[in-house]
């Protein structure tokens, strides 16, 4: 299995995510064994200008159409088609992330090449590449074999080292000249996030609230510690989707990445969107009335128990202490 | 509007999972179904796009454990048809899915019109072979677009917002007919009372799409599935709530906070 590996170079605004380098280094260590050249892809007109910081690449293969500058997917998946079949590429690395979701189920409907969602491991064997992928919110681990190591995979984010993808060589720049189709789905333009009353990106400790908190009122208990520590609440998706707190308050995958000294998670299952946004806050303390619940598995420190109970003996414990 | 809304059953998550003997489904004994929280919100977002601009919501299915009371309870909210696909979800991959879905639209007596919009949910936990609504508009030869939060139509053509990160969205304009998964409504999903969902069972009717089931299960070599090692496991902190929170107390003074 020689077949090329492309890993696409995710860029939002022209800024580089980290995504891109741990899906380098996923490929480095996906290509180390089978000797498969390495190609990151740069889309749009300043795609060149990356090419310093791709080094981990064996080339950077470049479309600088200017249609590329836009986040459409349907130009993307144009020219990744036609890239794919030019490199006789046998694998595509593509984000997990809401910038390049659809993209592999697309171009796997193109290709007719197996695609694997959520992938957050890799290792060979013999021929073919197992992928490791994430399913049920994290509960349970699915592992896929490609043939040959051809297919499509979605990386999952932090699940690689960027590390090992980052590197000082300069690359080979290669640039296509490929037909970039107009898109039929046309970009307008960007929406700025709502400024919210409280930033929670700076808080130093966040009262975070799930769907285990179970009502708005309940909320408002959250609120009232969130006081009492000098810190702010914030949420997961349901509670937002529930209008219960602005979105400004949404932490994870869609919304703001955190990193508290004390994360304080009440009701909150520890789903992969979620866990994204908050993994690196320094101390997590997890209360959730399932033990099995996949958050105590990354938290410091767990509770079981009912979150709509220990809120307001905490509160109360807090400002006893404070006299 | 001609507004179609898919809607699914998942295991819910949290409810403990198990791996069944075959090691390559989840163990069905004591599997609870909900209905996918993004149809939620794609029912929410067509309910709120009929308001405006009249029209009529089928919601489609294929066979699943629970789904005819998601099928009442969207009847019961406003929805016009609820027609079900006779094929078992449980042994259908992403794309033999999308296919049943294709075959189902196809098989319309007249082609989508310039005012329909198909509105599955943007993702699934279980999504294992990719999302259906992107493969659907593969299929349908349909424009698309994914993790949309929130849908306007001005005179044949809709606006939709798509989510990026950190709180940044954009807009797309968006020609009909078009395939949109949908994250969340611009409203939070309406609640219906038991009552009228109960009248629903008794007034309204599922109607059996007249499609052929779809073909090979399966595109993945799925080699088997397993419950993950816990990795760092957290300490846990037991006893009395008051106790709890004492220690609680004290992990926050550790870390400098109150
Ligand atoms: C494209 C995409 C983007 C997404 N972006 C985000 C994002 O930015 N942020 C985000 O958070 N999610 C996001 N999600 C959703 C994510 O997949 C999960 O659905 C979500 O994080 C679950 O939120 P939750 O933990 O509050 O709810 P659930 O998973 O339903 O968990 C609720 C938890 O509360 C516990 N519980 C119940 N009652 C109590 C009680 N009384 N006391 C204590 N515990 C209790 C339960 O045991 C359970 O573990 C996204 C999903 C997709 C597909
Ligand atoms: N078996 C199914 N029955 C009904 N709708 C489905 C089914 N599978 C997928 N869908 C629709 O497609 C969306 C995305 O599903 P999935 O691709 O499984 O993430 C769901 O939210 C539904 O709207």
Known sequence: MSTAILVLVEQLRGQVADITFEMLGAARKMAASAQRPVHAVALGRDAAGLATRLGAADSVLVVDDPVLD???AEAAVAVLQ?????????????????????????????????????????????DALVLTSQLFGGKILSDVKLAQGRGIASIYPGAFPADAGRSDKTPAVEKLAL???????VFQQYIEPEAGDVDITKQSVLVAVGRGIQSADNVQLAEELAQTLGGAVCASRPVIDQGWLPLSRQVGKSGMTVKPRVYLAFGISGAPEHWDGMQNSECIIAVNTD????????????????????????????????? | MNLYVLLKMVPDTVEELNVAGDNRSLDAEYLRFKLNDPDEHALEQALLLKEKHGGTITVVTLDAPEVDDALFTALAKGAD??????????????????????AFFAALPAPLAADALILPGSQAVDDLEGEVAAYLAELLKLPYLGVVCGVTAVDGKVTAVKEFSGGLRGRFEVPMPAVLGIQSAEKPPRYVPVAKVRAAMKAAKIETAAIEP?????????????????????????????????????????????
């Open chain 1, 70 to 72: 836009q986040p459409t």
């Open chain 1, 82 to 126: 036609q890239i794919m079949e030019q490199k006789q590429a046998g694998l595509l690395l593509l984000g997990g992330t809401n910038v390049s979701f659809g993209l592999g189920t697309r171009l796997a409907a193109r290709t007719q090449l197996p695609f694997v969602n959520f992938c957050k491991g890799a290792r060979t064997d013999g």
């Open chain 1, 179 to 185: 037909a970039v189709p107009a898109p039929k789905v």
């Open chain 1, 291 to 323: 033990p099995k619940a996949p958050i105590f598995d990354g938290a410091h420190y767990g509770v079981v128990g009912d979150a709509v109970e220990l809120i307001p003996l905490l509160n109360e414990k807090i400002h006893a202490k404070k006299g």
């Open chain 2, 81 to 102: 048809r609820a027609v079900k696909i006779p094929a078992d979800q449980a042994a259908l991959g992403t794309i033999a899915t999308a296919k049943a879905f294709a």
């Open chain 2, 214 to 258: 779809p073909g090979p299960a399966r595109a993945l070599d799925l080699d088997h599935m397993y419950k993950p090692e816990p990795t760092g496991r957290a300490r846990m902190l037991e006893g009395a709530p008051e106790e709890v929170a004492a220690r609680i107390t004290e992990v926050l003074a550790e870390h400098g906070v109150a």
